[in-house]
């Protein structure tokens, strides 16, 4: 069975699917790797790597895509490509499903098995493929290293003959998976932290890495079963902002990590709560692809708006593309070796289990999710 790597064609990903390691690890099992030219020259891998590894190094892109068995990328395909690809092939990457129609649509009609790393269900048994959780991870730290370098300030405490510095003063909204490791990143810089999350679960995890838990009583709230917040009514969300403008407020440092899977990021800061702010504050939104936490935010840029600088970079597990292709690369190929089977050395997409069953999206010719082809 032929795996194939292509280069990510997004602008500004700097990730790749699969490294070196994991390649021997998949050759080791029957797999035979393909990898396209440069594949990892951003993320610290050279051709010679991937071919020490096991893999075959190609430059025709079309032809290998074109003849695969297994096709793996970080993001989603271009639409234009979907139709070089052969019924029956399986592709494995980030689809973002739920704002792709169209896309899943033409992966379904190709007749494409389509694995949407997204929806791989947070269960004990699929944590070691959870690729969102470990991209979010990285994603918290990144916030935190950005918002560092755009400060005026230094992070932590410090007794100096010219007197004490106090310590950076960081709100962090949002206590999933990126929200806590921000935490854990800005308490590392000595950073005095608060956060804020809707559900209050966390709350003994915040303060189990050294933060404040702000509490704002904003009614009945929880999680989904995957572990997700829960949408919240807009008169909730008013006032959960109402309880964050004092602390935005008081804060140096603002980072926001507040989303609902499926759906639009909400609008947590507003533009009030923006300019209450001192000037020399940063603002970090780690939303911003899913439609942005802060309202004003442009993807991809750092824009100021009276004094405060709003940083709205996508993607920030690319600003560490070593690590991060390191995780996703083991989260993939964990998935691929709990369903191969060595005696055929192929793999088997048996729906009814519970981890494919939620992440394979398309199959056989239609959208076999039920979240998807429930939605309008």
């Not at 699969?18 to 594949?39: R, S």
């Not at 006032?239 to 403008?245: C, D, I, S, V």
Request: glycine fraction near 8%; charge should be neutral; hydrophobic fraction near 45%.
């Amino acid at each position: 069975m032929t795996v194939v790597v292509s280069k990510e064609t997004h602008a500004g990903e700097t990730r790749t699917a699969l490294v070196p390691d994991h390649v021997a690890k998949l050759v080791a099992v029957g797999a035979h790797i393909e990898v396209e030219a440069g594949l990892g020259i951003s993320c610290g891998h050279s051709d010679v790597d991937y071919t020490r590894a096991g893999a075959t190094v190609r430059t025709e892109r079309a032809a290998m895509l074109a003849a695969a068995d297994v096709i793996l990328q970080v993001r989603k395909p271009a639409l234009a490509e979907v139709k070089s690809l052969r019924a029956g092939v399986v592709l494995v990457a980030l689809l973002d499903p739920f704002q792709s129609p169209e896309l899943i649509s033409a992966l379904a009609q190709q007749g494409v098995s389509a694995i949407s790393l997204e929806m791989v269900p947070r269960s004990t048994r699929a944590q070691k493929m959870d690729v969102l959780s470990s991209q979010a991870s990285l994603a918290g730290y990144a916030a935190v290293i950005a918002a560092a370098a755009e400060t005026g300030k230094i992070f932590p405490m410090m007794m100096t003959p010219a007197g004490t510095i106090k310590p950076v003063k960081v709100f962090i909204i949002g206590a999933g998976v990126a929200g806590l490791q921000a935490i854990a990143t800005a308490k590392r810089l000595g950073a005095k932290v608060e956060a804020f999350d809707t559900r209050p679960v966390v709350e003994e995890q915040v303060k189990s890495l050294g933060a404040k838990f702000v509490k704002i009583d904003v009614g009945e709230t929880g999680q989904t079963e995957g572990g997700y917040a829960r949408a919240l009514t807009d008169e909730q969300l008013r006032l959960q902002r109402e309880g964050m403008a004092r602390v935005c407020a008081e804060s140096d440092v603002v980072i926001t990590a507040a989303q609902v899977f499926g759906r639009r990021a909400p609008v947590l800061l507003t533009s009030e709560m923006l300019d209450a702010m001192r000037p020399g504050s940063v603002v970090v939104d780690l939303a911003v692809e899913s439609g942005g936490n802060v309202e004003g935010v442009v993807p991809d840029q750092t824009i100021e708006r009276k004094g405060v600088r709003i940083v709205g970079t996508s993607s920030l597990p690319c600003r560490v593309p070593v690590h991060a292709s390191q995780m996703f690369s083991s989260n993939v190929t964990a998935l691929l070796t709990e369903f191969w089977d060595k005696e055929s050395q192929t793999l088997m997409l048996n729906l009814d289990d519970d981890i494919l069953k939620s992440c394979v999206v398309t199959h056989g010719g239609r959208i076999v999710n039920e979240k998807l082809a429930s939605t309008p």
